[in-house]
């Protein structure tokens, strides 16, 4: 079967064709224009979206070589996301099923970070554990199979990697800050500053805490020190980016002592993240794990998983009618 997978939840217009479980393309626009508001504007979003999907669309069917008319569904991220943006990818959807006469396919955004696993080879095994980290989601989910997943655990406050970003402007870096740090992270020392680490019961989280603390600590030095943050970027970087990546794997071995689940994924944004890929590896060494990491490309916002995830529910036959509406807050 041809799937054609539409991802449009945030501020990536992302298409994917996935043949019989194999993708063969995946298209990705990015939406440079949030960079100078130092966050994704909403209404921006969508309008990018709507310029940018007809042309995705096209070069990911030619990319992978077939014709519009060997499409068999339309799978298409119904939510969690930004309203506006899910309108433009959920609409552009269901009028090419309608179009086509083909079956539309609704997916979970965040089942869909987890499928992503799905897309290569080494596939985890299931029930597995996945640490989804994202731009508006940290969770801990206990995969049964394709599309019965438990949650066990997330964030009460801030996402990780919400938490990556909004440190990131304390450091008076660009957005998404994400990535810098990271690349800031490789060069400091991850133990200069001591940040504090928040007790939080059972396997959830919190990040605001550690925002104030950073917040506090970087207006503090400025006032003996105008140059602090310059002359301090790498430590700073490294000593946040120890901070975050221990508060998530803390919880993260926590929740494979009380299930007793070897085999753990990481999934979403974050995972792309140099500290938090070899603290894994470490770990799982360690605890005799089998890790499970995503090639950079399926870990931020992708299509592919959209896709792959749109192929699962095909097999299974699980279509949505026409009056399927995009839901910004969503349910696993
Ligand atoms: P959600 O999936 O919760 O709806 P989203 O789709 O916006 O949110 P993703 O695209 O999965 O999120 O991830 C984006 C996040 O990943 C951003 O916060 C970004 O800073 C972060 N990120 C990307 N690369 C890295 C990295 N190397 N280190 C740390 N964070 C990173
Ligand atoms: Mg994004
Ligand atoms: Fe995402």
Same mark, same amino acid.
């Given at each position: 079967a041809i799937i054609l997978g539409i991802e449009s939840s945030c501020d990536e217009t992302s298409a994917s064709i996935c043949i019989d479980g194999e993708i063969k393309s995946n298209i990705i626009a990015s939406q440079a224009i949030h960079a100078k508001y130092g966050g994704v504007v909403p209404e921006l979003a969508s309008r990018a979206h709507q310029q940018n999907i007809i042309p995705t669309v096209d070069q990911a069917i030619a990319?992978?070589?077939? $014709? @519009?008319?060997?499409?068999?569904?339309?799978?298409?991220?119904?939510?969690?996301?930004?309203?506006?943006?899910?309108?433009?990818?959920?609409?552009? $959807? @269901?009028?090419?099923?309608?179009a086509m006469g083909i079956p539309l396919i609704e997916v979970n955004h965040m089942q869909a970070h987890i499928l992503a696993h799905f897309i290569e080879e080494p596939k985890p095994q299931f029930p597995f554990l996945c640490l989804t980290v994202s731009g508006g989601h940290t969770q801990i989910v206990l995969v049964k199979n394709y599309f019965e997943m438990e949650l066990l655990g997330e964030t009460l406050d801030d996402a990780a990697g919400e938490a990556f970003d909004k440190t990131a402007k304390i450091l008076?870096?660009?957005?998404?800050g994400g990535p810098l740090i990271d690349k800031h992270a490789k060069l400091g020392n991850p133990k200069a500053f001591k940040l504090p680490e928040p007790q939080i019961p059972e396997l959830n989280f919190s990040f605001s805490g550690l925002k104030t603390a950073i917040l506090y600590l970087v207006r503090d030095e400025l006032k003996e020190n105008p140059n602090f943050l310059q002359e301090r970027m790498d430590d700073l970087c490294a000593s946040v980016q120890d901070r975050i990546v221990t508060i998530l794997l803390n919880?993260?071995?926590?929740?494979?002592?009380?299930?007793g689940v070897k085999d753990i994924a990481i999934a979403g944004g974050v995972s792309a993240n140099s500290g938090l890929r070899s603290s894994l590896l470490a770990m799982g060494e360690k605890y005799n794990w089998n890790v499970f990491i995503p090639k950079f490309e399926f870990c931020t916002d992708n299509a592919a998983m959209i896709a792959i995830a749109g192929y699962h529910k095909f097999l299974a036959k699980d279509f949505v009618g026409q009056d399927v509406t995009p839901m910004a807050r969503m349910e696993m």
């Open positions: 990319e992978a070589k077939i $014709s @519009k008319k060997d499409i068999d569904a339309v799978a298409f991220t119904r939510g969690p996301g930004l309203l506006g943006s899910l309108l433009v990818g959920t609409s552009f $959807s @269901k009028s090419f099923a309608l008076n870096l660009p957005y998404p919880k993260l071995k926590k929740a494979a002592k009380q299930t």
